[in-house]
């Protein structure tokens, strides 16, 4: 897995609104995006662009990834997006986000703009990364190609609103079970995504819920992607937030676990521990595989920031 920034809360905010732009520097969200696309009425855009290159350029946004969504390639919009936002803010944005994407050409299109707008404003070629939003069934079959497109792809995110529209899905209540389906029915899209996202070695991210305030209903739907292997999710609420930071990052018993299972094999393959393949961890064995299951979970422990509340002693004799 590419280095893992953590991205366990992603707060859309309107480019639209500049109290709420305001407001969301003080938030304890991972990253901030802030949009151009459907959350800004069409009359909206200009005004919304330059809101946002203010609101970029003051700063103030600690260590929040910054990222910036942008209107998809079928609009009029992406071009003069792009445009303004890269060139009168660009040193101080770390992603574009791309709505829709139907295939990897959406992507290469934009990867080229980008570095258009960062030669004429004498950035470094390449800094700005690209989310891609799938948000169709057109994007979901090509995902894979997406994954792959550029090397600024930083995140696969599932948008399931508009996808849910997109396959003509019998329900408005975005990301949740319904009582007429046995099962998931958002299962094989958010592993078509998580596949090709771990193939690329970039992070998946789940996409909103809308029912902002049950926050114990977004729990239940995070829970789900997060179990997956899914790195984070939306939230379009502050109330939302502390939900996702906790759901992705690992609980603090299986951070320790983790950590613990590091030192534990560390030491078992070491000359001092007997230069051992496989070894006991109080009643459970662990091997290479566990060293790789313990990295994943320890990782995401030490980006959410987690401390260890135990340590590693090795066992006599
Ligand atoms: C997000 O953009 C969605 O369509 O769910
Ligand atoms: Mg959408």
Excluded at 73 to 83: A, C, E, L, P
Excluded at 147 to 170: C, H, L, V
Excluded at 217 to 240: I, N
Aim: charged share 20%; proline share 5%.
């Amino acid at each position: 897995m590419a280095e893992l920034r953590s991205r366990r809360s992603n707060l859309a905010v309107p480019g639209s609104n500049p109290r709420f732009l305001d407001k969301a520097r003080g938030l304890d969200a991972d990253q901030v995006f802030l949009d151009l696309e459907d959350a800004c009425a069409p009359l909206a855009k200009p005004a919304a662009r330059k809101n946002i290159v203010a609101a970029l350029t003051e700063g103030g946004w600690g260590d929040k990834i910054r990222t910036v969504r942008v209107n998809d390639w079928t609009t009029q919009w992406t071009y003069q997006d792009v445009i303004e936002v890269v060139g009168g803010a660009g040193a101080d944005l770390d992603c574009i986000m791309l709505p829709k994407v139907q295939d990897a050409g959406q992507v290469q299109a934009l990867d080229m703009l980008l570095a258009q707008v960062e030669r004429a404003h004498g950035l470094p070629v390449g800094r700005i990364g690209i989310e891609a939003q799938i948000e169709t069934a057109q994007g979901l079959v090509n995902v894979n190609q997406i994954a792959f497109a550029s090397p600024r792809i930083e995140t696969i995110i599932f948008g399931p609103a508009d996808f849910m529209a997109s396959i003509n899905m019998k329900s408005l209540v975005v990301g949740a079970l319904h009582p007429d389906y046995p099962g998931d029915p958002f299962h094989y899209i958010l592993m078509q995504i998580l596949m090709a996202a771990r193939a690329r070695g970039v992070q998946a991210i789940d996409g909103p819920f809308l029912q902002v305030r049950d926050v114990d209903a977004f729990r239940e739907v995070a829970r789900r992607s997060a179990m997956l292997g899914f790195d984070g999710k939306w939230v379009l609420h502050p109330g939302q937030i502390d939900a996702a930071n906790e759901i992705y990052a690992p609980s603090q018993a299986d951070y320790d676990h983790a950590e613990l299972i590091l030192d534990a094999y560390d030491w078992a393959t070491s000359e001092a521990g007997g230069a051992k393949g496989s070894a006991m961890l109080g009643d459970e064995m662990i091997d290479e595989a566990s060293r790789k299951m313990a990295l994943v979970i320890a990782g995401k422990g030490r980006a959410a920031g987690l401390s260890r509340t135990s340590s590693f002693t090795p066992p006599e004799g």
